[in-house]
T-cell receptor
Framework: GAVVSQHPSWVICKSGTSVKIECRSL??????MFWYRQFPKQSLMLMAT?????????EQGVEKDKFLINHASLTLSTLTVTSAHPEDSSFYIC???????????FGQGTRLTVV | LAKTTQPISMDSYEGQEVNITCSHN???????ITWYQQFPSQGPRFIIQ???TKVTNEVASLFIPADRKSSTLSLPRVSLSDTAVYYC????????????FGQGTELSVKP
């Protein structure tokens, strides 16, 4: 199947700093990618839809100024957590689909710890 | 997107067949049923997808009754490595998303 890769796999940052997470579709082009957040022992929560060449669409309750999404190419979407706080510590996961295929391919996730 | 209900957890032993049932009473005519597996600290992985009756692949089988208000994921002869959380999702997915995950079923396989 198609491969979606995230980088980094884990990151520790100081409170108040910003962190960028990359999501790449390695062997296909993705005009749309999705970002999820998962807290321990909880399910995945959709944060936003990343659209190539246009603004991202955020789910209700997700601060667009805090979670900046950029989808500048057909193979790369980035999520920047700005002014991170300990409560932003979570597991962030991206996904993409391959054309009209209804199967979603997920990245391996990024564990963010804010200290 | 239709809401789904699954058991929170299940226990099994190696070599047994495991059946996880998902309720989706409000499934729409064009909705598909998809199951994902997630190991700790990893992204979910697609297992199987179906629309009606039965679908089988090398990993699992998916049984869907005629009214499509529920579905059952069947894992034959589970091993310890099948310990994971299993999510049932219902909807029409273009380009792989956007997916609304329910609580999932935490399957624990014991030796």
């Amino acid at each position: 199947g198609a491969v979606v890769s995230q980088h980094p796999s884990w990151v520790i940052c100081k409170s108040g700093t910003s962190v960028k997470i990359e999501c790449r579709s390695l062997d296909f082009q993705a005009t749309t990618m999705f970002w999820y957040r998962q807290f321990p022992k909880q399910s995945l929560m959709l944060m936003a839809t990343s659209n190539e060449g246009s603004k991202a669409t955020y789910e209700q309750g997700v601060e667009k100024d805090k979670f900046l999404i950029n989808h500048a190419s057909l193979t790369l979407s980035t999520l920047t957590v700005t002014s991170a706080h300990p409560e932003d510590s979570s597991f962030y996961i991206c996904s993409a689909g391959q054309g009209g295929n209804t199967e979603a391919f997920f990245g391996q996730g990024t564990r963010l710890t804010v200290v | 997107l239709a809401k789904t209900t699954q058991p929170i957890s299940m226990d099994s032993y190696e070599g047994q067949e495991v059946n996880i049932t998902c309720s989706h009473n409000n499934i729409a005519t064009n909705d598909y049923i998809t199951w994902y597996q997630q190991f700790p600290s990893q992204g979910p992985r697609f297992i199987i997808q179906g629309y009606k009756t039965k679908v089988t692949n090398e990993v699992a089988s998916l049984f869907i009754p005629a009214d499509r208000k529920s579905s059952t994921l069947s894992l034959p002869r589970v091993s310890l490595s099948d310990t994971a959380v299993y999510y049932c999702l219902v909807g029409r997915y273009n380009q792989g998303g956007k997916l609304i995950f329910g609580q999932g079923t935490e399957l624990s396989v014991k030796p």
